[in-house]
């Protein structure tokens, strides 16, 4: 899997085909997609356009998809990996996650795909089902099984999460993908994962940048990384963009990372980021930055709260 790759969250669907395609021309070889972001099948316009141009084969690229919450259930989540491919109009993921270690009711793809946050949306609620994880780990297994992915990952576990999942695991899990900017570290789950042997990519790594546009108020009334005069400071002293540095921060401790962008230039810039390094110091002031500030939280879904 690459250190750099091109996260499809929030991808308008009417850009989408040409965006990724884009991407693709100008280097990337890791799309990081999934179900719930709605924009799979523009996505794999863009991946089967590239190929048919001859600018990459298939096994030159790394596409990852994510299994929604709706459909832990096994065979939920079996049906839903394959409509997923479909979607993509492939033939395997690279790698394939479960998007939250939460389950939330089912909501049939006939009445709604995707089915988005809430499963009842009059109500503005979140209802929640008890499905375990090593149920859903299984369906994953079978897929892998069967040829229709290369590797199963996790997305937003803690540790301890992870340490129950390595008990049941038949199958290892290839990656975990959680927040991670200066402002929210994680140094001790990145050290454990690591020590397990398990890659990290990280998403939102410029932290309250992704999520000002949903108009979060958190977002709103947090500093910007981009702008901190820390990051600043050390992107004058390279010859970097703040951006190329965050980045660099993050792949340098080999934390892969998925920034989107729909300007050409900042796509090379960010692709370029890994062409230089930064100091231990440099490294150390970055994290130092930590406040443990987390914009995607579950705590903050609405909902019934799940009975066990």
Same mark, same amino acid.
């Given at each position: 899997m690459p250190l750099i790759g091109f996260g499809a969250w929030k991808v308008p669907n009417a850009t989408c085909a040409d965006t990724i395609y884009n991407a693709i021309k100008a280097g990337y070889r890791l799309i990081d997609g999934a179900e719930d972001y709605g924009n799979e099948k523009e996505c794999g316009e863009g991946v089967r356009r590239a190929i048919a141009d001859g600018i990459i084969k298939r096994e030159e690229i790394f596409i990852t998809s994510k299994l929604w919450n709706t459909f832990h259930q096994k065979d939920h989540a079996v049906e839903l990996a394959k409509r997923s491919l479909a $979607?993509? !109009? *492939?033939? =395997?993921f690279d790698l394939f996650l479960i998007h939250f270690p939460i389950a939330q009711k089912y909501v049939d793809p006939a009445e709604r795909y995707p089915p988005g946050l809430l499963t009842d949306v009059e109500k503005g609620i979140i209802e929640f089902e008890n499905v375990p994880i090593a149920e859903t780990w299984a369906a994953l297994e079978s897929l892998v099984d069967a040829g229709l992915v290369k590797n199963i990952g996790i997305s937003n576990f803690? /540790? !301890? *999460?992870?340490? $129950? *999942?390595l008990t049941v695991a038949r199958i290892r899990p290839s990656v975990l993908q959680i927040e991670h900017h200066p402002y929210l570290t994680q140094s001790a789950l990145v $050290? =454990?994962?690591?020590a397990q042997g398990i890659a990290i990519t990280g998403y939102s790594t410029f932290g309250p940048q992704s999520f000002l546009e949903m108009g979060q108020e958190r977002a709103q009334n947090t500093p910007l990384v981009l702008q901190h005069e820390t990051v600043n400071a050390i992107a004058t002293a390279h010859?970097?963009?703040? /951006?190329?540095v965050i980045l660099r921060w993050a792949t340098q401790r080999n934390i892969a990372v998925i920034p989107k962008s729909n300007n050409v230039d900042r796509l090379k810039q960010n692709l370029d980021s890994a062409s230089f390094d930064l100091t231990e110091e440099e490294l150390k002031q970055i994290s130092a930055l930590n406040i443990n500030l987390r914009f995607n939280d579950p705590n903050d879904w609405p909902g019934k709260i799940p009975i066990f």
């Open positions: $979607d993509w !109009g *492939l033939e =395997y803690n /540790a !301890g *999460l992870v340490r $129950d *999942l $050290d =454990y994962i690591q010859g970097r963009s703040p /951006a190329q």
